[in-house]
């Protein structure tokens, strides 16, 4: 056993997972890698963004394969032990097992990188088979070739974890990229002692398999590729498997199935399945608490990088999708391995696959409240974005007018939101002022829950503010007309009896406690003029 070879590493890692009160049994995953290991000299290679469960599954097939450890008392209650040839391939192989985002804290240069990685695996190789030879210490695919020669039978399953880590290190040059491909080349295609290798990563392989480096690897992403979709990610009938045992564990649950979906769905396999993403759920459901978990991990700056590259194409797209709005996009996910972007279709595309943005359909989207979060800030703190960022720097005084009651300052606002001449809209319907109003009001979801078209009442309201961190907080209902009075607004409001959403059921405490406000914004497009009313509709009876 060695730190590459045959480690028990995974072993103890993916036995921690198993153990957690979250955990997700995808042991299924191993059926569909049983035929390429029996067949051999296959290369499959899955990308995903981050925190969707890349190192987990690796660890996974490493501790499974690998004859460096007895798995059983891992995998015996697992759906995977019901396999009729469990037994048959349960820690049976030689499993080189290499995180490749394991970087030593002296590291500053490829070479120290490269080096390392070459020395410590011809280091277990020789410790396993001692009578290899090998020109020089680090000749990793020499050593491997002689071994095979002594031994035909000794043939290997590579399992690489996060094969693009080192593309994302300040101290990488192009030179040295190519020449990491070309070392991955070397050691994987078209050798006689790999039996299987399985690699991860974010950015996908697909721009440099169209010549030679890398093109002996199947590629599987999430925006299209349907296979081994249901195992990256939660789906929903998983996450509703896992809020059972939250409401088992929790004496006061603070979290609902609604606020999960609300904060952490919102992606699309290929196949069409939605799913959540996984560390935000099992954080939130472990400290019950709806928080942005996910988009607070790694750089995620690069959403800023993204944007500064490309403003006048990207911004009116955004500001749509900030409005709840999908925006039809093309997308080639090898476009994110760009160091220039300069394309719409360019920036999407590295949007998609590091998770920032949900592709279904020929269309992007911002997935969820989580995601929405960072995009929201990004608009109030980046002047590149012309208008969409002084609306933006707006919406807390548009927020603070409403529970006020200053229309007088609404309708200004409103006013200025109109005479930017704000090019995604033509201000012809209700639909053009309601993205208009997502910008006005983006600083009130940092308190609020903003549903567009919630079922309220009797019929749908525009726009319903649930308070998230105060129930004695104020309650909006806000209804939008287009050549019609905000009394009209005002008059649907209580005539649909929408305010009853904040009631809650007969008999039951109310939830919030705070005063339910009507609010009707309408839009005259003769006068080009804007109107605002507000009414207070606490004492409302349940009726």
Known sequence: ????????SAYALYKGETIKPYFVDKTQMLEQLFPLVDSGNNHICITRPRRFGKTVMANMIASFFSKGCDAQDIFENLAISRHEKYNQYRNQYSVIHISLNDI????????????????LLVSDLRREYPDARACGEGNVIDTLLDIYAGNPNARFIFVLDEWDFIFHQNFVTEEDKMAYLRFLRSLLKDRPYVLMAYMTGILPIAKYSSGSELNMFVEFTMAKSPAFADYFGFTEAEVTQLYGRYLQKSAEARVTMDGLRLWYNGYHTASGERVYNPRSVVLALSYSSLENYWTSAGPYDEIYYYIEHNVDEVRDDLARMISGAAVPAKIEEYAATSTNMQTRE??????????????????????????????????????????????????????????????????????????????????????????????????????????????????????????????????????????????????????????????????????????????????????KKHQCKIEDLTDIKVS
């Not at 030593?104 to 020395?119: A, F």
């Open 1 to 8: 056993m060695g730190i590459y070879l045959n480690s028990t």
């Open 104 to 119: 030593s804290e002296e590291c500053t240069s490829y070479k120290q990188y490269i080096e390392r990685i070459r020395e």
């Open 346 to 527: 360019e920036i999407f595309s590295a949007m998609v696959v590091y998770g920032f943005l949900s592709y279904e359909n020929g269309k992007v989207s911002i997935p969820n409240k989580e995601l929405l979060e960072k995009f929201a800030d990004m608009m109030q703190k980046e002047p590149s974005l012309g208008y969409v960022y002084q609306l933006a720097k707006e919406s807390a005084r548009m927020l603070q007018a409403t529970l006020s009651g200053d229309t007088e300052t609404m309708v200004q606002i409103l006013e200025l939101a109109h005479d930017t001449e704000v090019p995604l809209l033509s201000y012809n319907n209700e639909v053009e002022l309601t993205a208009v109003v997502n910008l006005v009001y983006l600083s009130a979801r940092d308190t609020y829950r903003i549903e567009r078209e919630d079922k309220a009442g009797r019929e749908y309201v525009d726009f319903i503010f649930y308070p998230e961190r105060d129930r004695n907080a104020d309650c909006i209902i806000l209804e939008l007309k287009v050549d019609h009075t905000p009394e009209e607004a005002i008059w649907q409001i209580k005539e649909k009896k929408y305010a009853l959403k904040f009631k809650g059921k007969i008999g039951e405490p109310e939830k919030y406690t705070g005063r339910i406000l009507a609010v009707g914004i309408s839009y005259d497009k003769a006068e």
